[in-house]
Each structure stands twice: as C-alpha cells, then as structure tokens.
C-alpha cells in the first residue's frame, strides 16, 4: 500500500528572527513524535542548489539584476523540488524547510519590487500545485531583528540591505499570512523563547493529527 503524502512545513522570517534556534525545535519535537522527515533549506538542498545559494549570497562588486536574482532562485528551486522535497514527501515523510516561496515574495517580491505576477508565474511553472502545508512565519520589527543579526558574523549580500528593505520584506511576508491564515502561522519572535516554541509545539500539533 502507498503511504500517504507526507507534510510540508517552512520556515520563514527576516534577518535576526531566531530561525535556526527555532528550527532545532521544530526538528527535536519532530523526531521525539516519531515523525519521518527530511530537512533541507534554501536556497539549497542539493550540490547544483547549494552552488547557485553561494552564487546568491556571495557580495559582488557588479550589481546583481534583480529578475536574474530571481530565476536564480527558481533555478534552485527546481532541483531542489525534483531531487529531495517531492520524492521526500511522496515516499511519506514530511519535509522541513529553511525558507521557501515565501521568501521569494517577500524578498524579490516585497524587498526588490519584482511584480508579484511574474513570481505567481514562475510558482505555478517551477512547483505546479505542490505548496507548503503551513507555513512558520517568525515575526520581528526588522530593526531588532538586524541588530540580532549583526551579532552573528559577517553580513552576506542580502544581510547587508538596509533597514527599508527589511521593512519591505516583513511586509510582504505578513500580507501573504494574512491573506491565507489557514496555512500560515505568524509568531511574534519578539516573545520570550519559551512562547515562540509553545506555539510552534501547538501548530505542529495540529499538523500532526489534523
Ligand atoms: P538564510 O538561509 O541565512 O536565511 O539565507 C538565505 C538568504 O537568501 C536570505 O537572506 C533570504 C534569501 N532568499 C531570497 O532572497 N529568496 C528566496 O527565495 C530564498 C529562499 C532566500
């Protein structure tokens, strides 16, 4: 017999947010629930998709055009979707995700001002009608968020926008959550720890036995 399809989470956030802490919980409660899953981020995932994420993150002097920035992403993307996250959730197991689409809205989208049309397009080109399943979004005032960031190393071509871009990119990330609240959770990442990772526990819950 087939297994069923397994879930689909991502999770999203500006700079500083307290992604990877909040990762290694999603993970530990996964595991101690006796989940299969796979983790994998992006841009990433596979050899070819890890190279376009340096390509990506990498500063340059020559400014990167932002629809080139864009196709990089999707390019990514699409080895990532073909070689690790559908085989992982056909065979049953869920797929955790370090970023995702969503990222693409807010950050070529909201941050760089590409139309929201043209990701549309490349969404339903790259992942027909595969979509997260819930979508972990850590909400943070980007002025906090950078001054976290700036505590943890050197700044990589994105880190190193400024404020109004982060502005921008928390915006478009809260648009998409609200306009779909069934599949998005926004969690206040200003809370103390503890919340966050309660909450987080419940949406996961919710996952698992929804
Ligand atoms: P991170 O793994 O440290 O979050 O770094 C990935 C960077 O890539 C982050 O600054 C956001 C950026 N990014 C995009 O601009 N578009 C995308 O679609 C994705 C997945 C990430």
């Known amino acids: 017999m087939q297994s069923p399809r397994g879930k689909f989470i ?3 956030g500006g700079e ?39 390509l990506l993150l990498q500063k340059r002097a020559e400014n990167v055009d932002p629809t080139a ?21 056909e065979s049953g197991k869920w797929v955790i995700c370090d970023r995702f689409t969503d990222a693409t809205y807010a950050y070529q989208g909201g941050g760089r001002g590409l139309d929201r049309a043209l990701i549309s397009q490349l969404e339903q080109t790259v992942q027909k009608d595969l979509r997260p399943d819930k979508v972990l979004l850590l909400d943070l005032d980007p002025e906090i968020g950078l001054q976290r960031a700036a505590a943890t190393g050197e700044a990589d071509r994105f880190e190193s926008e400024q404020l109004s871009f982060f502005r921008k990119v928390r915006e478009a990330y809260r648009e998409r959550a609200l306009a779909a609240p ?10 103390p720890l503890v919340d966050v990772q309660q909450q987080l526990a419940k949406e996961l819950t919710g996952l698992l036995h929804g």
């Open 69 to 89: 920035e864009l196709l990089m992403v999707f390019a990514a993307r699409a080895q990532h979707l073909r070689e690790v996250i559908v085989p992982a959730l």
């Open 10 to 12: 991502t999770l999203e």
């Open 182 to 191: 069934e599949r998005y959770a926004i969690i206040d990442a200003a809370q």
């Open 16 to 54: 500083g947010v307290g992604k990877s802490t909040n990762l290694q919980f999603v993970i530990q409660w996964l595991d101690s629930h006796g989940v299969e899953f796979v983790q994998t981020r992006e841009p990433g995932g596979t050899p070819l998709a890890e190279q376009l994420r340096e």
